[in-house]
């Protein structure tokens, strides 16, 4: 069973079950493993959220012709790429050296309650708080670095879905 050979639904629920898997483990870290999230995480979370929500409404509408196929392919490119943004501005964080990088600033709740929604963006996306710090990593790579490896493979998986020639029918 060749997963590039999946029909268009099959492949755009995989992606579905990747995002969820993602986020899972992110809240799973967090609750069971004591990682408090910082505002960036909070936003890669929300750009897979946004990618799941795609990958989702594209599995489950299947559109037979390539028009629509493409059309949310555009849209998954779109949500892994604010994703791409976000965690590569994480990473260049946290490849700063000590003392050097920007912080978070205070926590996004802190944030919500005392500014408007862009200036909640803003705040975040210029860096104010601990968001440089590597408290995570597996094979040498933090989770933010994890993160922006898995928008790449996620934006590459559901344009390949989204432009791949199809021929006949796949039973999956």
């Given at each position: ?12 629920l ?38 799941a929500?795609?990958?989702l ?9 390539t ?5 949310y ?29 920007p912080?978070c600033?205070?926590?996004?709740s802190?944030l ?16 104010t ?5 590597v ?7 933090s989770?933010?670095?994890w993160?922006?490896?898995g928008?790449?493979?996620l ?15 796949s039973?999956?």
């Amino acid at each position: 069973m060749n997963p590039f050979r999946w029909s268009f639904r099959a492949q755009f629920l995989a992606g579905f079950l990747g995002c969820a898997a993602l986020i899972g483990y992110a809240i799973y870290t967090q609750l069971h493993q004591g990682l408090e999230p910082c505002p960036l995480c909070i936003f890669q979370r929300l750009a897979y959220a946004a990618l799941a929500l795609v990958f989702l409404a594209g599995g489950l509408h299947a559109p037979r012709g390539t028009g629509g196929r493409k059309f949310y392919g555009v849209l998954v490119a779109l949500a892994s790429l604010v994703g791409i943004g976000i965690a590569g501005r994480h990473v260049w964080l946290q490849l700063q050296p000590a003392g050097t990088a920007p912080s978070c600033g205070p926590p996004l709740s802190f944030l919500q309650e005392t500014l408007g929604p862009l200036e909640v963006v803003r705040k975040v996306l210029t860096g104010t708080g601990d968001c440089g710090t590597v408290d995570w990593t597996l094979l040498g790579i933090s989770m933010p670095g994890w993160s922006l490896i898995g928008f790449v493979l996620l934006a590459g998986w559901g344009l390949l879905a989204a432009f791949q020639r199809r021929k006949g029918r796949s039973r999956f």
